[in-house]
């Protein structure tokens, strides 16, 4: 089984756990654990064949145990036990909007509903409004949220590139509205996480009611899912639920912290919170004695640092709030200076008309100036994809003088590079041969065919891509499609140890689609010196604007700026690049 599934596995015995009324830590228990592996690197059959299942966070014991169970036996007893008690069905209901682990065990003990189809039958022929806590208004909310439900696809998580257009435009509207004083995306977005639940936003206000009859009303609404006068949610057409929540001003920095998420990293901080005399909540730090009994005034926070500071923290950014090292990072002091879009100063990964793309190449060299960088390379595809209009060496040899042309009326203060995206065939062979890879500036390597390959094979095609000397980068490294498509089943503890012996860096592809390496593998890479790139892949002049999230996927990775190449001076990139060569 994959670490994926394995993660998947321990979501699905927590969410058990809670219909079966567990106490709280024992079911976080495995929902940290199957975080921790969800985001965990290497290959957890290296881990435990090496004793290192424990070196995991929140992976303990028993869980290595589980672990360990599952790799040799490819199941988990404790599951199937797990699984006798519980119909599969009963736990999918917990994907229904306003069906808690309550409500699901509700439905299956007093009314014998096991599937989302029989609840939904049973709520058409009006049987759950008699049930206890349940009514007519109650079955009709959960008609809708089936409805919804089935208008979406399996996997209800959209692309970051999706969610955060659509959270920044409802945003940008409601903070028009007189008396909207600061407005926030928090939740998984602001945490820059690659598929997205549902958007939260929250704004500061003294008179909410006019921005909460805007937000419902907004035209990018198609279902009012509750209107109130402090929290309304809302399902969208693209068929995103969106809750909007506001506060008053001096209660901003409590309620920002604590619906940024993670429930481990906020879990961490009620913890750290208690150790210092005060219990936190969404609304404000309120002093305790040992008992937990409130024994003094609410301490309010108008602003997010104020409630770290309270805790003896500094402020964590929000990218690394997911439990994974940053609360004992902040203690030590070790936070790291995390990368922003401003220390970009290239992009390494664009195409023109000479392949797929839709500007020339004059083209994207002038937006790339306007947008403020200083150099780029032009990498279009080579010859084998010919879907792509892939350069054959006549071509690519014609496109190189257009762009030394180019360069001239650009140079100095703004540089263009000839490079390519090189095509790893499904032979392991490169699409160009190492005399003409010699003639450009720069080079990638990339995965786009045969990516079901065996594990041993296809790793092996990227390692001999890494291992030559022309290669300057690999590109989208496992060629993931956000959602449509896992990366390829690669053995990365192998590539990373082919990319840090030959020193060629790894591409962090920023368009949302891709988001790949991702910043689990990211972060790996470059605590083993691997130096990163980042790049938009752009195939227009708009498509330059994804740089941004490449950037939050680096933040999330923990990734500071000299990691990544693109940060870099032009004679520290050049010099870095002829040694390569």
Known sequence: MT???IADLFDRVADMLQIKGEIIHRIMAYRNAAEAIREQPRDLRAMAASNELGTIPHVGKIIAEKITEILETGELRFYNELAEEIPAGVIDMLRINGVGPKKAKL????????????????????????????????????????????????DTRMPLGVALPAAEAILSRLMQIPGALKGEIAGSIR???????????????????????????????????????????????????????????ERWGTALQYFSGSQGHNIRVREIALEHGLSLNEHALTPVNKSGEPVGE????????????????????????????????????KLPTLIQLGDLHADLHMHTVWS??????????????????????ITDHSRSAAVANGLSIERLMAQQQEIR??????????????????????DGDLDFPDEVLAQLDFVIASLHVSLRQPREQITERLIRAIRNPYIDLIGHP????????????????????????????????????????????????????????????????????????????????????????????????????????
């Open 3 to 5: 670490n994926r599934e």
């Open 405 to 426: 042309q180019v360069d001239a009326e650009f140079a100095p203060d703004f540089r263009i590079f000839h490079g390519s995206e090189v095509e790893i065939k499904a």
């Open 478 to 581: 496992r060629g993931q499609l956000i959602p449509e498509r896992d990366g390829a089943d690669l053995d990365m503890d192998a590539v990373f140890e082919a990319a840090a012996a030959s020193g060629i860096a790894l591409e962090i592809n920023a368009n949302p689609e891709r988001l790949d390496l991702e910043a689990r593998y990211a972060r790996r890479a470059a605590q083993l010196g691997i130096p990163l790139a980042i790049d938009s892949d752009a195939h227009s002049i708009h498509n330059m604007d994804l740089l941004r999230y490449g950037v939050m996927t680096a933040r999330r990775g923990w990734i500071e700026p000299q990691q990544v190449i693109n940060t870099w001076s032009l004679e520290q990139f050049m010099d870095w690049v002829k040694r390569r060569g």
């Open 356 to 377: 797929d793309g839709k500007g020339t190449v004059r083209e994207m060299a002038a937006a790339a100036r306007a947008r403020g960088r200083r150099w780029i390379v």
């Open 191 to 249: 945490r820059a996480r690659p598929t997205i639940g549902d958007i939260d936003l929250l704004i500061a206000s003294r008179d909410p009611q006019p921005i909460m009859d805007a937000f419902v009303a907004d035209e990018s609404v198609a279902r009012i899912l509750g209107h109130g006068s402090t929290k309304s949610a809302v399902e969208l057409q693209n068929g995103l639920q969106v809750d909007l929540r506001i506060l008053a001003p």
């Open 107 to 154: 439905f299956w003990d007093a009314a014998r509903i096991t599937t989302i189809e029989s609840l939904e039958a049973a709520a058409r022929a009006g049987k759950l409004r008699d049930l206890p806590g349940m009514g007519a208004k109650s079955e009709a909310k959960i008609l809708e949220s089936i409805d919804a439900f089935k208008r979406r696809a399996s």
């Open 298 to 333: 609410e301490i309010l926070c108008a602003e997010e640092n104020e409630v770290y500071a309270r805790i003896g923290l500094p402020w964590i950014p929000p990218e690394l709030r997911e439990d994974q090292g940053e609360i004992e990072a902040a203690r030590l002091g």
